[in-house]
């Protein structure tokens, strides 16, 4: 198989091949489809994200695939399945797990995400507990259902952040692949004309346009002076984030969604807080969202998950450098590798 090989110490990437793994007996072996870059990804070759230290480490977060051979104790996959894979679990014996914040444990959740801290999909194959693995709806396109894993994530923010109402006043922070995918989902949720999006970069803003949601995209100096109900962080960037809390209305609630750096901070007026009766929400990956997000899956696929208008480019595994390079220029807004 060929699989990418991340160096924790050197922060560097090599292109290497090697025998299949084999699956354990409660495992499922996934020839991968296609496989996903993310933010968080990004952030872990920088060395700005936690990610295993020992060792080397295929990254890859966000893969789908079919079943190429199952374990002894399988009984829900066989042979030939297309699936697609919630990297995440908890260690299902700590405080945190036992009330069913699995993403909250210190041993599970994101301390022990698959392509994070164990091997993942950024192979042409990969070995999986069959606890994490779901079968891709009926009719859903492979490379779509890569997105799976960002869209049960945003299923844990509508979650959170619900209800949202229609009509209320909604700025999106940051149009990279996580922003356009929160603007679709508003709009699947029947907010219209209220959403506004704001993004630096002025072809961001244009691919903004391309989804044909009727939404309103500025640069972050336009928003001065106006306030919003909602406000949903996608860029997890401090500046942004410190500027935009005071466009909050009162009541108005706040979502942090992007990933920052570990060590971001931004200044929030604690009075504010107390005049407006601010409310503020992290989401942290995808707690029991994962059905929701295959059913976000089914319900966005034809209309609002197209490629092109998402700015997506698919790349195969020997072209990272090049995929990478477009990801850090701003050139396209998600690369996903397909096998």
């Not at 797990?97 to 994070?116: P, S």
């Not at 994530?153 to 229609?166: E, F, K, Q, S, T």
Request: charge should be neutral; charged fraction near 25%.
């Amino acid at each position: 198989m060929e699989f990418l090989s991340f160096d924790p110490v050197s922060k560097s990437l090599s292109l290497k091949t090697g025998p299949k793994p084999k699956p354990a007996s409660d495992e499922v072996l996934v020839r991968v489809s296609y496989s996903g870059i993310c933010g968080t990804d990004l952030h872990i070759i920088a060395g700005h994200f936690p990610c295993k230290q020992t060792g080397s480490l295929t990254m890859g977060h966000e893969f789908a695939g079919v079943v190429e051979s199952v374990g002894a104790r399988v009984t829900k996959f066989k042979i030939g399945d297309r699936v697609t894979v919630d990297p995440n679990s908890g260690c299902e014996l700590c405080n945190d797990c036992h009330k069913g914040c699995y993403h909250l444990c210190v041993d599970g959740g994101i301390n022990n995400t698959i392509g994070i801290f164990r091997d993942g999909g950024w192979s042409t194959h990969a070995t999986v507990p069959e606890k994490q693995v779901y079968r891709v709806p009926d009719g859903v396109d492979m490379d779509k259902a890569a997105l799976s894993e960002p869209l049960s994530c945003l299923a844990h923010g509508w979650n959170r952040m619900n209800p949202i109402d229609v009509g209320e006043r909604v700025l999106v922070l940051g149009a990279g692949i996580i922003g356009l995918l929160w603007a679709c989902l508003l709009h699947l949720h029947g907010l219209r004309r209220s959403v506004t999006v704001s993004e630096p970069q002025p072809k961001r803003r244009e691919g903004v346009k391309k989804l044909a949601l009727d939404y309103e995209t500025c640069d972050p100096e336009q928003l001065r002076g106006r306030e919003f109900d909602t406000i949903v962080d996608c860029s997890g960037f401090g500046p942004a984030m410190e500027a935009a809390v005071p466009l909050l209305a009162r009541g108005g609630r706040f979502c942090f969604f992007g990933v920052s750096a570990p060590k971001t901070k931004i200044a929030i007026e604690p009075y504010e807080v107390y005049k407006k009766e601010l409310t503020f929400h992290g989401v942290n990956i995808n707690p029991y969202t994962f059905p929701k997000g295959l059913g976000l899956l089914e319900a966005m696929s034809d209309t609002y998950l197209n490629y092109d208008n998402l700015g997506i480019k698919a790349y195969k595994l020997s072209e990272y450098k090049e995929a990478l390079d477009a990801l850090k220029n701003g050139t396209i807004s998600k690369a996903v590798f397909k096998m």
